[in-house]
């Protein structure tokens, strides 16, 4: 008998249907956005960005020109262990795509079988080696519809990463400088504390002259006192801001110096048009869109058959080995198969609502987190506008509180004013100077978390 060709012309209008996909064909939904920002929309002001068109700036960080984070921020890209979770999802991710590419091609399994027997009073030697083929024609666009959803779900992962790593990135910055003021304010109680107890020395000198009551020895004693327990309290705060570095470093020594807290950069020049291709979460949200609505076409094709080519048992079969390759010995069988699901109990009914209502939770994420983004770079600029008049008007309320301090230091040397005067001067400047650097802190943290949700950028033409 001779073999019969499989004439591949035959396959040509299968492989022809396979040019449709069911399922709703992905299209970007609109973001409705509030009056003040549609306006800027109206007038081209914003636009949202198309999927991959962000990358988030290497070294963002580096425009506070501090080498003590430089340092610290390269230790959390390799030691956080958060970035290394996210990294390997990414990674399974990718992995995803791949496996949702191999189901476009045909499967291939072997057998090798060596085998002995007795029948009917007869012994015999049996052996076989054979091959088998399965490939689904995807006239539905199943396979092309995973490939979608695979695809769509490693580029949210990517944004994920990226997302993750320039959060972690931030936080860091932001506990870093957190940890500085600490330090400084540090060395305000303990120049305090000197000042309060020669103060305290000067009060009792005073008081074994007669010149005072002992009030103001007491008022000097609590003031001197509550130096200490504020000091107590910062070296708990110290201890728990270098616990959470050490956290986010994933262990190791952190120190900072006693130096002077950077500067704070200038806010970053901002292109209204440019603010949302730089949101990594925003560009994940969109690519999970685009995979919840790949799934819907998947839980559709759930209703159409599937069409296999099949090729089983290709190969040779013998009694003996010497003969298992000669012609009499070749095997075959060819041929389509069609599988379909007849009756499930209403579970791909369910199973198309259920992805429907998953891609409308993807779209309303998505909206939510566009607006997210447009409140936290406004909120963000407006907080580097008013703590820096703040900060101007502090350091003015610094210098008037030095100089009432120093008057009534003076006065109460003379015998004028008595000790609470001089007391609550001190109170004041401490407060003052104390607030600086709460302030100089505050702007810091703002600009790390203005130049995170514009993505790193520090300008516009990055």
Not at 29 to 41: K, Y
Not at 399 to 422: C, D, F, H, M, P
Request: with cysteine; glycine share 6%; aromatic share 6%.
């Amino acid at each position: 008998m001779k073999d019969i060709p499989v004439r591949p012309i035959l396959l040509v209008p299968l492989l022809l249907l396979t040019a449709c996909a069911v399922g709703p064909e992905y299209r970007r939904p609109e973001v409705q956005l509030p009056v003040q920002f549609s306006e800027a929309v109206a007038t081209g002001q914003w636009h949202v960005a198309q999927p991959g068109e962000f990358k988030v700036p290497a070294r963002w960080w580096s425009v506070f020109d501090n080498a003590e984070l430089d340092r610290l921020e390269a230790r959390v890209l390799i030691d956080n262990q958060t970035l290394k979770i996210a990294e390997a999802q990414y990674r399974a991710a990718r992995a995803g795509v791949d496996v949702a590419y191999a189901a476009r091609s045909p499967s291939v399994s072997g057998d090798v079988a060596v085998s002995r027997g007795r029948s009917a009073g007869v012994t015999a030697n049996g052996f076989g080696l054979t091959a088998s083929a399965n490939w689904e024609i995807d006239v539905w666009g199943r396979v092309r519809r995973g490939i979608e959803q695979a695809q769509a779900r490693a580029e949210a992962s990517g944004d994920d990463l990226a997302a993750v790593r320039l959060s972690t990135q931030a936080l860091l910055a932001q506990t870093w400088f957190q940890l500085h003021a600490a330090v400084l304010q540090r060395q305000l109680l303990l120049a305090t504390l000197k000042d309060d107890a020669r103060f305290l020395d000067i009060t009792r000198s005073r008081h074994d002259a007669g010149m005072v009551s002992g009030l103001d020895v007491a008022q000097a004693e609590a003031q001197l006192n509550n130096d200490r327990a504020q000091l107590s309290e910062n070296e708990l705060l110290r201890a728990q801001l270098e616990h959470a570095l050490t956290a986010l470093l994933g262990g190791g020594e952190v120190e900072v110096a006693e130096s002077p807290l950077p500067l704070v950069p200038a806010p970053p020049e901002l292109l209204p048009s440019g603010l949302l291709e730089r949101r990594p979460d925003i560009a994940s949200a969109e690519r999970q869109m685009a995979a919840a609505n790949a799934q819907i076409g998947l839980a559709q094709a759930a209703y159409y058959p599937v069409l296999d080519l099949a090729a089983n048992n290709v190969g040779f079969k013998s009694t003996a080995l010497s003969k298992l390759f000669n012609a009499p010995s070749r095997i075959w069988s060819l041929g389509p198969s069609l599988a379909a699901t007849l009756f499930d109990g209403g579970a791909r009914d369910a199973a198309v609502i259920q992805a429907r209502a998953g891609y409308d939770q993807a779209v309303a994420s998505y909206r939510q987190t566009v607006l997210t983004a447009f409140q936290e770079v406004q909120d963000n600029l407006s907080a580097a506008r008013l703590l820096q008049r703040e900060a101007g008007e502090q350091a003015q309320t610094l210098a008037s509180a030095r100089r009432a301090r120093e008057i009534a230091e003076a006065q109460y040397l003379a015998g004028t004013v008595n000790a609470l005067s001089v007391l609550s001067a001190q109170a004041t400047e401490r407060a003052a100077e104390s607030n600086g650097v709460a302030i100089q802190n505050r702007r810091l943290a703002a600009a790390v978390v203005l130049l995170k949700n514009a993505g790193g950028r520090a300008t516009a033409g990055e």
